[in-house]
């Protein structure tokens, strides 16, 4: 009994301690218009400290789906219909994945499902934190995949410069505007135009 109750508190202490340091890390949000129509990203903005990414996404569950940041749930919210990777995803909030596949292609998922308060994950959540919505890192596929509104390959390409935290940006495109991922020596894009 005394292993099970050492386990436990170690356990919530590195909890609470994981939150005090997600605290510490800025929020990320990039916006643009496509078609006059206001489109933006918010996102956690983790950083490899050193690490390499390659071993960062070895450790991603057996669905291979990845946050695309940190802490709280990353979204995409459009005021328009968008064409994303010439998919339709229609005016709305997303919360937004990235499948990393193990062949070295990665998808950009955008969900319906915006993700679970953090309170009723971890009841000793602390109070500012218990309404905050947490993806679904650990049982995506099981518990939210159905919801998928899109999920389109992405352009994968070397980063013009390494970025120690992970960012997303929008450049102009044509009509609309190409949402960027970029972490490490590496990024990840995609094209968003108008729906017609």
Avoid: C
Wanted: no cysteine; aromatic share 6%; glycine share 10%.
């Amino acid at each position: 009994m005394k292993m099970r109750t050492g386990v436990l508190t170690l356990t919530v202490v590195a909890a609470v301690a994981g939150l005090a340091l997600a605290q510490d890390h800025p929020r990320g949000t990039a916006a643009a218009t496509v078609g006059g129509k206001k489109l933006s990203v918010e996102y956690g903005r983790p950083a490899l400290k050193g690490r390499e990414l390659d071993a960062l996404m070895k450790q991603l569950p057996a669905d291979r789906m990845w946050r695309a940041g940190m802490d709280q749930v990353s979204t995409l919210a459009t005021e328009g219909d968008l064409l994303v990777g010439g998919k339709r995803v229609p005016a709305g909030k997303y919360s937004l994945y990235v499948h990393a596949g193990e062949n070295g292609a990665w998808d950009l998922v955008l969900n319906k499902d915006l993700g679970l308060p953090l309170g009723k994950m971890w009841p000793g959540a602390p109070e500012n934190m218990k309404n905050e919505p947490w993806p679904h890192y650990q049982d995506y596929t099981k518990a939210i995949a159905a919801s998928e509104v899109a999920r389109v390959p992405m352009a994968v390409a070397k980063a013009a410069q390494p970025a120690d935290m992970f960012t997303m940006s929008f450049t102009p495109k044509g009509a609309g505007q190409e949402l960027t991922l970029a972490w490490g020596t590496q990024a990840w894009s995609v094209d968003l135009q108008p729906a017609k």
